[in-house]
Nanobody, 126 residues
Framework: QVQLVESGGGLVQAGGSLTLSCTASIRTFGEHGMNWFRQAPGQEREFVAAITWSGDRAFYAHSVEGRFTLSRDNAKNTLYLQMNSLKPEDTAVYYC???????????????????WGKGTLVTVAA
């Protein structure tokens, strides 16, 4: 059974930084694209960032580009999201998601993901 477990959320002041981690129990982790999404209270889940299965390319939502950095360590089955210059509007539950396709192209759609974590809450105080 595939499990994705996020960690690293918490409360931070505006302008601060947090690093989220997602550890996956996927034997073939290094062959799957991975994404982060987020959902703020009362809003729909939105795309944050995606990384190719090899880790050679990452893609970002316009709202976080230049502030967030997505990376992965395939040897550790772990995905990382470094978040800098945080803003109150970044407050949300952040979800890690995996594309079930092997060596598939990047997919920014929530509907394109096959596995989801339970999320970790990030709160940015003004």
């Amino acid at each position: 059974q595939v499990q994705l477990v996020e960690s690293g959320g918490g409360l931070v002041q505006a302008g601060g930084s947090l690093t989220l981690s997602c550890t996956a129990s996927i034997r073939t982790f290094g062959e799957h694209g991975m994404n982060w999404f987020r959902q703020a209270p009362g809003q729909e889940r939105e795309f944050v960032a995606a990384i190719t299965w090899s880790g050679d390319r990452a893609f970002y939502a316009h709202s976080v580009e230049g502030r967030f950095t997505l990376s992965r360590d395939n040897a550790k089955n772990t995905l990382y999201l470094q978040m800098n210059s945080l803003k109150p509007e970044d407050t949300a539950v952040y979800y890690c998601a995996a594309d079930g396709r092997v060596h598939g192209p990047p997919d920014m759609r929530a509907g394109g993901m096959d596995y989801w974590g339970k999320g970790t809450l990030v709160t940015v105080a003004a």
